[in-house]
């Protein structure tokens, strides 16, 4: 058992890490090789082509369609995490006629595939106006069962006493999820916001879809155009142009594995 603690189970972690980072460092790599030398089995390349970062900014909306992804993925984001947040705290605290009913019913909507209500979504859309604007890829993705279930049960074990020490010092109902619910739900907001970033940042169907502009693609619909987008595919500007898109979602990772940490420790003790 010693040994197993001590070689086996480091050794496996060490291999299955260098597997998950592997396809990561080979698109980096792959970014800086000219075209010629795209398909060349190496672990370093030989040159660094920078021009490819040059060409996939200048011949596509790449910029446009990345800061068309973060408008859309942080605007989900922060209004999906006060929404769910005040969705769950209520389900948790407050008592309402047909309050089990409404809990289950939303998380009924989990088992629908989003295949089965995508045209009535769309059709939907469409009526109100909204295809081709931020608005359609933003009302859309906004609501989702997993982030009210995750935020109830978060506040179902939130100790009542600070809620009631509240309320002594005169805060209201408001006042109190504002001033002190929401500041200490850090531990369940740190994972959901990396996971809500990351799903409307990777979102590419209901995007290509709803938007048929250029100018409003997000950048997954962008790069999928740079993939189809001829008879050859220029796999080193794509490959830079990848890696160009990963960046905001390394930046999130880097400013939130703090609280993310936090919160996984804090889920562990409770």
Same mark, same amino acid.
């Given at each position: 058992?010693?040994?197993?603690?001590?070689?086996?189970?480091?050794?496996?972690?060490?291999? +299955?890490?260098?597997?998950?980072?592997?396809?990561?460092?080979?698109?980096?790599?792959?970014?800086?090789?000219?075209?010629?030398?795209?398909?060349?089995?190496?672990?370093?390349?030989?040159?660094?082509?920078?021009?490819?970062?040059?060409?996939?900014?200048?011949?596509?909306?790449?910029?446009?369609?990345?800061?068309?992804?973060?408008?859309?993925?942080?605007?989900?984001?922060?209004?999906?995490?006060?929404?769910?947040?005040?969705?769950?705290?209520?389900?948790?605290?407050?008592?309402?006629?047909?309050?089990?009913?409404?809990?289950?019913?939303?998380?009924?909507?989990?088992?629908?595939?989003?295949?089965? &209500?995508?045209?009535?979504?769309?059709?939907?859309?469409?009526?109100?106006?909204?295809?081709?604007?931020?608005?359609? !890829?933003?009302?859309?993705?906004?609501?989702?069962?997993?982030?009210?279930?995750?935020?109830?049960?978060?506040?179902?074990?939130?100790?009542?006493?600070?809620?009631?020490?509240?309320?002594?010092?005169? !805060?209201?109902?408001?006042?109190?999820?504002?001033?002190?619910?929401?500041?200490?739900?850090?531990?369940?907001?740190?994972?959901?916001? &990396?996971?809500?970033?990351?799903?409307?940042?990777?979102?590419?169907?209901?995007? !290509?879809?709803?938007?048929?502009?250029?100018?409003?693609?997000? +950048?997954?619909?962008?790069?999928?155009?740079?993939?189809?987008?001829?008879?050859?595919?220029?796999?080193?500007?794509?490959?830079?142009?990848?890696? +160009?898109?990963?960046?905001?979602?390394?930046?999130?990772?880097?400013?939130?594995?703090?609280? !993310?940490?936090?919160? +996984?420790?804090?889920?562990?003790?409770?």
């Amino acid at each position: 058992m010693k040994t197993m603690n001590r070689f086996v189970l480091p050794s496996v972690s060490v291999l +299955i890490g260098i597997a998950m980072i592997f396809p990561v460092y080979m698109l980096f790599i792959g970014s800086f090789r000219s075209e010629t030398h795209i398909f060349d089995i190496q672990i370093w390349p030989t040159e660094f082509a920078l021009a490819n970062f040059m060409e996939a900014i200048t011949s596509s909306h790449l910029l446009r369609s990345i800061l068309n992804s973060v408008i859309v993925s942080t605007t989900v984001t922060v209004v999906a995490m006060l929404f769910h947040a005040m969705s769950g705290y209520a389900l948790a605290r407050f008592q309402f006629p047909g309050k089990k009913l409404i809990f289950s019913w939303m998380l009924s909507t989990l088992m629908i595939p989003f295949a089965v &209500i995508m045209l009535p979504l769309y059709l939907i859309t469409k009526n109100l106006g909204m295809t081709n604007s931020f608005s359609g !890829l933003i009302i859309p993705a906004i609501f989702n069962a997993y982030g009210i279930f995750l935020f109830r049960q978060f506040y179902r074990d939130f100790p009542k006493e600070l809620e009631e020490a509240a309320y002594i010092e005169g !805060l209201s109902l408001a006042g109190t999820f504002l001033r002190i619910a929401l500041p200490l739900s850090m531990p369940i907001i740190a994972p959901l916001t &990396i996971g809500f970033f990351l799903a409307n940042w990777n979102s590419y169907i209901w995007p !290509l879809i709803i938007t048929q502009k250029e100018t409003m693609w997000v +950048i997954q619909v962008q790069l999928a155009n740079l993939v189809g987008g001829g008879y050859v595919t220029p796999w080193n500007v794509v490959l830079a142009a990848a890696v +160009i898109a990963a960046l905001p979602t390394f930046l999130l990772f880097f400013f939130m594995q703090r609280y !993310l940490v936090e919160g +996984i420790k804090m889920t562990g003790i409770k």
